[in-house]
């Protein structure tokens, strides 16, 4: 089993930054992808980026330019620098774990085994 906590969520000013870290305990030998995932109040999940084990990345048209995911697979963890911050960024913010290892579509949430409890991002104004 693999287990993921987020961090790093606050609120900040438009134009502003963030980032946000998410660390993956147990058997984590068997993550492939990681993916940041989001929702925003009355709103579907929506995908944010991923990043495959070997530092693949992929990123919604939403967030390319502004948000760089990374991964320390020493530590274990996922990152999302978030900059340039605007207030359509306000959500639930979601880390995932693929365990399978046999993710066709890095994008959609059902790639994923494992989702941590997420962390608020409120970007105001």
């Known amino acids: 089993q693999v287990q993921l906590v987020e961090s790093g969520g606050g609120l900040v000013q438009a134009g502003g930054s963030l980032r946000l870290s998410c660390a993956a305990s147990g058997r984590t030998s068997t993550v492939y992808f990681l993916g940041w995932f989001r929702q925003a109040p009355g709103k579907e999940r929506e995908f944010v980026a991923a990043i495959g084990r070997s530092g693949g990345t992929y990123y919604s048209d939403s967030v390319k330019g502004r948000f760089t995911i990374s991964r320390d697979n020493a530590r274990n963890t996922v990152y999302l620098q978030m900059n340039s911050l605007e207030p359509e960024d306000t959500a639930v913010y979601y880390c995932?774990?693929?365990?399978?290892?046999?993710?066709?579509?890095?994008?959609?949430?059902?790639?994923?085994?494992?989702w941590g409890q997420g962390t608020l991002v409120t970007v105001s104004s």
């Open positions: 995932a774990a693929d365990t399978d290892g046999r993710v066709v579509n890095p994008r959609r949430p059902s790639s994923y085994e494992v």
